[in-house]
């Protein structure tokens, strides 16, 4: 079973080498995600898996890696080029298994025809970006998938930004709540990693998943 810090340097590239601030740093906002994003793609056997926003690559790659052993693939958008994780992919061995679109979300999806297994979504954090994130991946997503939000801060609702001076912090809490009604079934799950020091609020998850047609455990929302 590999450990945070085990998995955090396999996702850097230096599965043998001791981690550096750098590296630690640079995934320090997801390091406590990682593993559990691995293991629950890995545990839906998921094949098709869609990354909204993969900057530095600290979640591509195990995404990646429970890609490649469930044979599937993974898709990532980002507006830049994200060179880091494209480095990193190439370190790990994993290109094969990966596309990456240099464009906005919107323009990805407006052209898109695939039903994921799983979406992660963790790109821009106004109401506004997640919404359309949401309902658009909702609307691509395959019966019996998942979507994941990264930053959701069930802890302070009022919080939904940290600041006055900077709005666009923090808008995943709002902008779910805003869906929710449109969504129709589903079946919602919060999700905080073991807490450490210095932990802040904002690393929990949302896990949204889509049952089946023939299931019954799930909530539906009137609009």
């Not at 981690?19 to 630690?24: K, M």
């Not at 919602?188 to 889509?210: D, N, W, Y």
Request: charge should be negative.
């Amino acid at each position: 079973m590999l450990l945070d810090d085990t998995f955090l340097q396999f996702t850097r590239g230096v599965p043998c080498a001791p981690l550096r601030s750098f590296d630690t740093d640079r995934a320090g906002d997801v390091s406590l995600c990682m593993l559990w994003l691995y293991t629950l793609a890995r545990t839906i056997y998921a094949r098709s898996i869609l990354e909204i926003g993969c900057a530095d690559g600290s979640t591509t790659l195990p995404l990646l890696k429970a890609a490649e052993e469930n044979n599937g693939n993974v898709q990532s958008v980002d507006m830049h080029n994200c060179e880091i994780a494209q480095y990193l992919v190439d370190a790990c061995g994993y290109r094969e298994f990966w596309s990456l679109y240099e464009k906005g979300s919107d323009s990805f999806f407006s052209t898109c025809t695939t039903a994921y297994d799983l979406v992660f979504i963790d790109g821009d954090h106004s109401a506004v970006a997640v919404e359309k994130d949401l309902l658009n991946s909702w609307q691509h997503l395959a019966e019996g998938g998942y979507v994941v939000l990264h930053d959701w801060s069930p802890a302070h609702p009022s919080e939904y930004w940290r600041t006055r001076e900077d709005p666009m912090s923090f808008g995943v809490g709002k902008a779910v709540q805003k869906c929710l009604p449109f969504l129709g079934k589903y079946v919602m799950l919060p999700v905080t990693p073991v807490s450490r020091p210095g932990m802040q609020k904002e690393e929990a998850f949302l896990v949204i998943h889509k049952p089946r047609l023939n299931s019954n455990a799930y909530f539906e929302c009137s609009k």
